[in-house]
């Protein structure tokens, strides 16, 4: 896949690019692995805003995805389609019963392109099994964390981990922060890179295009009044915040670790932050 450049028709046109939508077979999603989205703008049950800067944007539809596929199905990849929801697309497939699923597809996936899933699966891209029967060194994604919950990392758009070692009951993995984990060899993964490799390249070049996407304008605090932002205020212009940066809330940011899952440090056998520092 690659990357579609615009004319420079207008200054936003300049520098805008998009994804190549070749590979893409259908238009119409499957209305039965439909649900309504409603357009919560940031804010949880109780009306307050807990994630900033969202809201408006177009209407969209969820696609239901099967992140937990059951073992012994053979299934035929009819359309890849777009998901308006997700980075990666989706593949539609229907396995041998006649029962059609979304699945998140793999690089190089195509229609007509079969998958299966279980111990007895061959070891190929696209097909899911046990990390237990999965040969070390292999590319993975769509990775269980607890056996039987389904996939619930490296799902996005050009992500693989990699199976490094077995011991045990373990599998060690490196994810693509790299970060190299523990997780139990019952746990289930697909073999293969996520679809969409260029997606981290395209460039939204327009603030209308990102206001489409449900994304609305960020200002910086340097720029507020002292009354709005521990960032803001000072005579004479605009200057550095003097100190270590802050939320709007004066709580400490870039760098602070919020980690707050203890009980799990146990698994991590590398972590991501020491990897990024070596580089």
Known sequence: MSIKKFNPTTPARRGMTSQDTSEITTR???????KNKKQRAGRNNSGRITVRHRGGGV??????????????????????EYDPNRSARLARVKDQNGVYYYVVAGAGMTKGDVIETGEEAPVETGNRKALADIPVGSQIYAIELTPGRGAQIVRSA??????MAKEENYAQV???????????????????????????????GSAGRKRRKGIRPTVRG??????????????GGRHGPGKA???????????????????????????????????
């Open 28 to 34: 119409k999603p499957l209305k039965s692995l439909l």
């Open 222 to 235: 340097v720029v507020m009044n002292a009354v709005d932002h521990p960032h803001g205020g000072g005579d």
């Open 245 to 279: 940066p802050r939320t709007p809330w004066g709580q400490l940011t870039l760098g602070k670790r919020t980690r707050s899952r203890k009980s799990t440090d146990k698994m991590i056998i590398k972590s991501r932050h020491l990897a990024k520092r070596k580089r």
């Open 59 to 80: 209407k969209r539809h969820y696609r239901l995805v099967s992140h937990n596929l059951a073992d012994g199905l053979k299934l035929t990849v009819e359309e890849i």
């Open 174 to 204: 490196k994810l693509p922060s790299g970060e190299v984990r523990k997780i139990l060899l019952d746990a289930k993964a697909t073999i293969g890179t996520v679809g969409n490799v260029q997606h981290q390249n395209v460039k939204i």
């Open 158 to 163: 050009g992500n693989s981990a990699q199976l």
